[in-house]
Structure formats: C-alpha cells, structure tokens
C-alpha cells in the first residue's frame, strides 16, 4: 500500500461563523447572541466572499490537469459548498467524517472573554498547550491527528495509491494531516499554529506529492508541498491565486545525540 501521487487539501471559503468571530476580535459582539451559540459547527454555509473565494482556487484547481481520481469532502456545509463552488468538471464527491473539523465542545462560539472567565484554568493550558489542550468536551489536535487524520492516510493507502486525490476540509484538521505527512516534531508543529508565516487562509490549498516538482522524480512517500491561496487585488478586487515555492521534507530519525539536544533545549523547571 502507498500514498497518493498528488493530494490537494483544500480549507473551505470564509464561512458565516468567520465573519462573525472575527467581528468579535474587532470588538463588536452584537451576532454573539443565544441563537448563535445554538447554531451547530457543522451547519455554517459560507459567506459571499467565501463563495468568491471558492470560485477563484476551483478556476485555479482545473488549470492544474486532468480530473481528480477522487473527490473528499467534509459533510460540514461550509465544506459541501466550498466544493460545489469549486466547479470542477465531472465530480462525484464522496462525504468523510473522518475529516470533519476538530470538535472545541463547550466552548464552540463562545465569546473570548467569557471564556476566560468562565474557564480560566482551561484557558492557561490553552495557551500553554495548543497541541494537548481540549476544550472541556472537545478534542485535542493530538487526538484528531492520531484517530481520524491517521484514518484518513490509512483509507488513502488503502485505497489511493498512485492517485490524484482532492479533500476539502478544516482548518485544524489540516494542521493535523500537516503534523502527520511532514512527520513534525511537537515544537515545530507549534511553532508553526502560532505563527501567521504558517496561516492557513481561507480556501489555502496544500499540494502535496510523491514527485520533486524540479526533477520529476517520484519518491515511495509524500515529499514536497506547496501553499497556494486565492487574494484579491487591492484596486480591481479580482480574485488571483498566490502560490509559495514548492518545500521538501524527509522524514527524520534522530541519534542518541540529536534526541539529547532537543532535552537540552528544554530549560529544567526547578
């Protein structure tokens, strides 16, 4: 069994609960109301720039070559719809809980501040441990990588292997696919949630793939990725695809002396 040929994630479009939390950041929590905090995380459709948005990395998505082999999609609506506005020609969609988004319990649409009030102890972890924390009756990103984002690879192995696959999905669940493929150890992955050089914009598309995208040669794993998002132009507001530069990764052992650096790196508590 082995890995796809290509696999491109891609993040739905901006969805209606975007809108609203950043809205909240901004300071102005005038949707924060009790028929928001009823609404489900699954049922969030997308807002008409998520729509935009979708539109402009599916036109991108087809230019890339032939048909996908297979089509993944989250049953979350904001998930459903980012792929039907995709518009890609021939698709037949097959719906993966497994790469539903990571579930954040009680706290889901909560307002910051009540967060903190209300769970203050959970709040230090959090900011202590983004990738061990849970909300109280949510999961950790851990328990998402090991459980459903192994799942998924294992069903990819299974049943992908040499294709070309496209799943749309979350934002977190792609991190854990990310920690995962790219075999990143705990501090980098960290590192990379916490930064805004590693932001995973609406509607980013992460390809990955077996083949150097320089050489054209195929490695027996995933090996190379490249990050592409659609932005708009600051006059025009046209929507174009940005794209990085392709990046390798190996999947790395380390020595007695290499694992005794990273302990080093680690200042004794007491």
């Known amino acids: 069994m082995g890995m796809p040929m290509d696999l491109y994630l891609v993040r739905h479009g ?140 294992n069903w990819l192995q299974a049943r992908a292997e040499g294709q070309s696959v496209i799943a749309v999905s979350h934002g977190d669940f792609m991190h854990t696919l990310m920690l995962l493929l790219e075999d990143l150890p705990d501090e980098e992955f960290i590192h990379r949630i916490s930064s805004h050089d590693w932001d995973f914009h609406n509607c980013i598309c992460l390809h990955y793939s077996r083949r150097d995208p320089h050489s054209g040669h195929v490695s027996a794993t995933i090996s190379h990725v490249q990050a592409s998002w659609p932005v708009p132009d600051p006059e025009s507001g046209q929507w174009t695809v940005h794209s990085q530069p392709w990046r390798s990764f190996e999947h790395m052992e380390l020595t007695n002396e290499e694992l005794a650096a990273v302990v080093r790196a680690q200042e004794p508590h007491m």
């Open 14 to 153: 901006e969805s209606e609960a975007n809108v609203i939390q950043e809205q909240g950041r901004q300071g102005d929590y005038s949707r924060f109301t009790e028929e928001y905090l009823a609404i489900p995380d699954r049922g969030w459709r997308l807002s008409a720039k998520g729509r935009e948005q979708a539109r402009c990395i599916g036109t991108w998505l087809q230019g890339k070559g032939p048909a996908f082999d297979r089509y993944l999609v989250s049953p979350y609506m904001r998930a459903r719809e980012t792929a039907v506005e995709l518009g890609l020609p021939g698709a037949h969609w097959c719906e993966c809980r497994l790469m539903r988004e990571r579930s954040l319990g009680e706290i889901d649409n909560m307002r910051p501040d009540d967060y903190e009030e209300v769970y203050h102890r959970n709040a230090v972890v959090r900011r202590g441990d983004p990738l061990y924390w849970s909300a109280p009756a949510g999961e950790t990103l851990a328990q998402v990588a090991e459980v459903r984002a192994q799942g998924l690879i």
